[in-house]
């Protein structure tokens, strides 16, 4: 016996409100007379010390009242299941980062593995099994089947990824199982969606919790620097209660450059500085020392080489123009820019501010396409004879999250912004939500088509928006999307998760970082487009060309290793030796139903003693 | 003490409420025979003014008394016989227990001091001894006070520091009372004992038999509110105390019970009537403050409690 919701038990407050009404009722009728002589003939017996006397209506309001209480609380009574039937059990795997973390010689993932299998080998006849994965999305590995080796090679298969898991993922996952009788879920740490589920699907949940504390230290960010011009920052996160050793290296195109050793304290993070470097540039830290979780011991980035960039800006606001020199200063101090209006810039003025060479980047702001080539291309409020058809214009946006960072500290209010209908090669950076308009507004985008890297910015930068200090992250992006357009065409450095478009005419050979090859096809439009789930490299050959992808991956919350217990509100959390020994959860049977009822036949019970009562002493009586 | 007592007490020194009762005289067994030489009952006055008849000598009479004029006109002894001209003592014992201050708006308890006073005011107007006796208080502890006794109508208003300070309190032990009455040893004379009785009937018959059995003439009247004689309480549910008990009784108020209450209160003002029929005591009910004058200037002299 149990109860679904507990909360709804401050409902039984109303029990206390009828009794104190009861005894203010009672209370209220005390009367001083003269004498009880007079009274002797009403035949009713002296009451001294009774706190309640027996008066039926208030308890059978009483009843009914507790009887609605504890329905709205969800009593349920368990039953014990059937020992052998067709009961259907979802076997739910987190394959997030964490899940590859290793306990001593083998991963997390291989004892929840090992768990899933007793289970499986333990089950009764008849009983069926779905093995579901979620990381960033949810999968459906094999739905619900009695056939035990093909759930045995499904529970094999898993890998773990090297990817945050999503809230919603776990939600879309345990969706997909709902018609389960029961669910297993084998993760490190209770998803916060879990926790918030309905205490019905709740009791149905069986969370197996996997792993134990170990030391982890994580790279969390890589910064180059300027070749020759400014050194560059790595800052490396001791995630464990206990000091760790961290053996750690840089490399520039894969030779030695730097070495640090240092100790980290608890939950302590260091800022290493190196450089400058020499040159431009792949540029690695690499973590040596063996800890929990690998995937977040390397990091890559991208130094440019050391030739100048050279910019051309087109804007019909020449304060505009102004804030977008300074940003490709900022980025690279040796640019050449070019600025002006469309109308003022032809190619030969072009070619002589740059000096005959090709803009590496062009950054074009609330202008329509020039005939000018350039490498990469910016577009900045495209007007609607743009490349980007425009859906709306508002007033009126706010940006709320990046793709690649999370949500900002706090909202970023913009001005003028156009709704954009963007090309499905382009990958979404940055989200907000805009004045009437309905669903998440895409604000910024980055892609690769056949002319070369494109991104788009759809807020306007007028007004000196770019230098205001209360709008920095619209600076911080278009400096991200400044160095993202400026890398090398083949060389790409993503987050694990995220999206990498590429111009493909044909298919493409993709060897991952554990150095399996996969085939990928190309999509519409020409554009190859696919997901890197581990950390590492990525060597595709596509067309003859090879381009490289880089994927770093880290996530705080994955890459803390420390098992903590699940919350008491939680669902049922369940041990090796309940598989083992084939203990059954039982049947939840809600009696919600026979207590509404027996709180009905109580208030009907007092209605008609009501109506008696009326019948008999008057109506003055009831 | 409430407005509406002060105002009702208030009637009882008000010189046209003391118009009304200047024509009124107690209905009391005032004068008797005394048979001289005799041992006779009650207060004997030796002689009296008034001749009342002659007889013959016989011996053992009182030589005093024998008519020499006669005896030496005749030569025949007679003894002469006078009616005696006696005072009676009046004694008004009003309750003063807690009962009479309920029901509040009833006002019992002025009802009570004001025909207190109207008798005592009659009863002055005979040059008889009067005197007002209050008796109430706690439960255990007799509240027991008496004025002097007073012969003149000059006096009456001495009575008035007692009317106004006795209060409502406590239980009513009139069988206690009255044995600190009888206590005092004074010549038997007239009782008036004014208390709604609303005590059980062997508390007041062995109070009465105290009385009768020390010679008092006994007058009771019992005085009730309209609204407590009628029921006062509206249906529901009630928790009743009884104000001198303190007991608790819960009580749902029906018409069935209501008319069941009302049936009570003429079974108690019937068995008081009964009692003092049977034992030769003057009874009568007062009820409700209202019939004061009806119940003075109609009522008692019906009764024959003046005259």
């Not at chain 1, 000018?372 to 409020?381: D, E, H």
């Not at chain 2, 030489?37 to 207060?43: F, T």
């Not at chain 2, 012969?151 to 206690?176: H, N, Q, V, W």
């Not at chain 2, 068995?271 to 008692?300: K, P, S, W």
Request: charged share 20%; hydrophobic share 45%; glycine share 8%.
């Amino acid at each position: 016996m149990g109860l679904l919701s507990p909360i709804y038990l401050l409902f039984a407050l109303s029990i206390g409100v009828l009794i104190l009404i009861y005894l203010s009722a009672r209370s209220r009728s005390t009367v001083e007379v003269s004498s009880l002589l007079l009274f002797d003939e009403s035949q009713i017996a002296v009451t001294k010390a009774r706190f309640l006397k027996l008066d039926l209506l208030f308890w059978l309001e009483t009843a009914a009242l507790a009887a609605l209480c504890l329905a709205l609380a969800g009593l349920y009574l368990k039953m014990a299941p059937a020992a052998t039937g067709h009961r259907r059990r979802a076997l739910v795997f987190d394959l997030a980062a964490a899940m590859g973390a290793r306990d001593g010689g083998h991963t997390r993932l291989d004892e929840a593995r090992a768990q899933a299998l007793r289970m499986v080998n333990s089950a009764a006849p008849g009983e069926s099994f779905a093995v579901v994965s979620y990381a960033e999305q949810a999968q459906v590995e094999r739905y619900f089947t009695s056939d035990r080796p093909a759930v045995r090679a499904a529970i094999k298969a898993l890998r773990p990824y090297d990817v945050a898991s999503a809230p919603a993922a776990i939600n879309a996952a345990l969706m997909r199982v709902r018609d389960a009788d029961e669910i297993d879920l084998f993760a490190p740490r209770l998803p916060p969606g879990v926790a918030s589920l309905d205490r019905a699907d709740a009791v149905r949940l069986h969370f197996h919790q996997i792993g134990t504390d170990e030391n982890n230290a994580a790279i969390t960010a890589l910064d180059s620097g300027t070749p020759r011009v400014s050194p560059g920052h790595c800052t490396v996160r001791n995630m464990s209660s206990s000091a760790v050793l961290v053996d750690l290296g840089i490399t520039l195109n894969g030779r030695a450059f730097d070495r640090a050793m240092m100790i980290l304290p608890p939950h302590a993070q260091n800022n290493v500085k190196f450089g400058p470097l020499p040159s431009g540039g792949l540029v690695e830290a690499l973590i040596g020392t063996p800890d929990g979780l690998m995937a977040d011991n390397s990091r890559y980035a991208y130094a440019s080489a050391g030739r100048s960039l050279k910019g051309l800006i087109i804007s019909p606001d020449p304060a505009v123009r102004d804030d977008l020199a300074r940003v490709l200063r900022a980025v690279d101090p040796g640019s050449i820019v070019a600025a002006g209006r469309a109308d003022d810039l032809t190619p030969s003025i072009i070619a002589k501010s740059l000096g005959g060479a090709v803009p590496d980047i062009a950054i074009i702001h609330d202008s329509a396409p020039t005939p000018i080539a350039a490498a990469a291309t910016l577009w900045i409020y495209p007007p609607a004879r743009g490349p980007f058809p425009v859906r709306a214009n508002l007033r009126v946006s706010q940006m709320d999250d990046r793709t690649d960072l999370g949500p900002l500290t706090r909202p970023l209010l913009l001005g003028p912004t156009r709704v954009l209908s963007l090309p499905e090669w382009m990958n979404p950076i940055a989200h907000g939500t805009g004045l009437q308009q309905p669903g998440l507004l895409t604000l910024a985008a980055f892609g690769v088509n056949g002319q070369g890297p494109q991104a788009v910015i759809a807020f306007d930068i007028r007004n000196h928006l770019l230098m205001d200090p209360d709008m920095l992250d619209a600076l911080v992006l278009t400096v991200d999307l400044v160095k993202q357009l400026n890398r090398p065409s083949d060389l790409q450095i993503v987050p694990t998760g995220s999206y990498v478009t590429l111009p493909a005419s044909g298919p493409a050979r993709i060897r991952e970082p554990d150095g399996s090859t996969i085939v990928v096809p190309p999509g519409d439009g020409g554009v190859l487009r696919f997901r890197p789930l581990y950390a590492g490299r990525y060597d595709i050959m596509v067309g003859g060309h090879r381009k490289l992808v880089y994927a770093n991956y880290f996530d705080a919350a994955e890459s803390e290793l420390s098992v903590k217990p699940a919350p008491q509100n939680g669902p049922p959390i369940s041990s090796a030796l309940d598989l083992d020994s084939g203990v059954r959860a039982a049947r939840v049977q809600p009696l919600t139903l026979a207590l509404a009822a027996l709180a009905m036949m109580a208030f009907l019970l007092e209605s008609a003693l009501l109506v008696r009562r009326a019948l008999r002493g008057g109506v003055s009586l009831v | 003490m409430t407005p509406v007592v002060s105002m009702m007490l208030a009637r009882a020194f008000e010189p046209s409420f003391l118009q009304r009762l200047d024509n009124l005289v107690l209905g009391i067994k005032r004068a008797r025979t005394v048979r001289l030489g005799r041992r006779a009952l009650g207060r004997v006055q030796g002689s009296g003014i008034e001749l009342e008849s002659f007889k013959d000598y016989s011996e053992g009479d009182d030589l005093r008394f024998l008519d020499w004029n006669s005896m030496a006109r005749l030569d025949t002894l007679y003894t002469k016989s006078y009616r005696v001209e006696r005072e009676t003592e009046v004694s008004i014992l009003i309750d003063c227990s807690a009962s009479m201050g309920l029901p509040v708006k009833d006002d019992k308890f002025g009802l009570a001091r004001v025909l207190g006073a109207a008798l005592a005011y009659v009863a002055l107007g005979e040059n008889d001894p009067v005197r007002l006796v209050s008796f109430g208080g706690p439960r255990d502890q007799l509240f027991y006070r008496a004025t002097e006794f007073y012969r003149r109508r000059e006096s009456y208003a001495s009575f008035r520091p007692m009317l106004t300070e006795i209060k409502c309190s406590g239980a009513t032990d009139m069988a206690a009372a009255i044995e600190h009455f009888l206590n005092q040893r004074r010549p038997p004379g007239v009782a008036f004992v004014l208390s709604d009785f609303l005590i059980p009937s062997t508390h007041y018959k062995v109070a009465f038999s105290h009385l009768i059995a020390a010679r008092y003439e006994i007058k009771v009247i019992q005085v009730l509110g309209s609204r407590e004689s009628m029921g006062s309480l509206g249906p529901g549910a009630y928790r009743l105390r009884d104000c001198e008990t303190g007991e608790i009784r819960e009580v749902t108020i029906t018409p069935t019970v209501a008319d069941a209450c009302r049936r009570r209160v003429e079974q108690l003002r019937n068995d008081l009537y009964q009692h003092c029929t049977a034992n030769g005591i003057t009874y009568a009910a007062a009820v409700g403050a209202d019939n004061l004058d009806n119940f003075l200037v109609r009522e008692l002299p019906r009764l024959g409690l003046v005259r």
